[in-house]
């Protein structure tokens, strides 16, 4: 597997794992524990790292070998960095 597939592989999988933080966040917002508290604390916990996390993929993409076929990419990640 080449180093672009792997990283690109690894931006989908990091992306993947921040939307299920920030779905489990989600749930818990709404949730009680047993003795009753409300679990909202939790809850922004886990969408702060949600956030840390979906942030991780756009620096994992930018190691991303930038291809000649792919100009418009290439544009918007430097806006993104700057």
Known sequence: ???????????????LAGTALAGAAADLGNAHSRDGNALTGLAEVIWDEAGR????VEDIESHRPIRAEEPAIAASRGRRQG
């Not at 597997?1 to 992306?15: P, Y």
């Not at 996390?53 to 991780?56: H, K």
């Open 1 to 15: 597997m080449t180093d672009d597939a792997l990283i690109a592989r690894a931006a989908r999988r990091t992306d």
């Open 53 to 56: 996390v979906s942030r991780l």
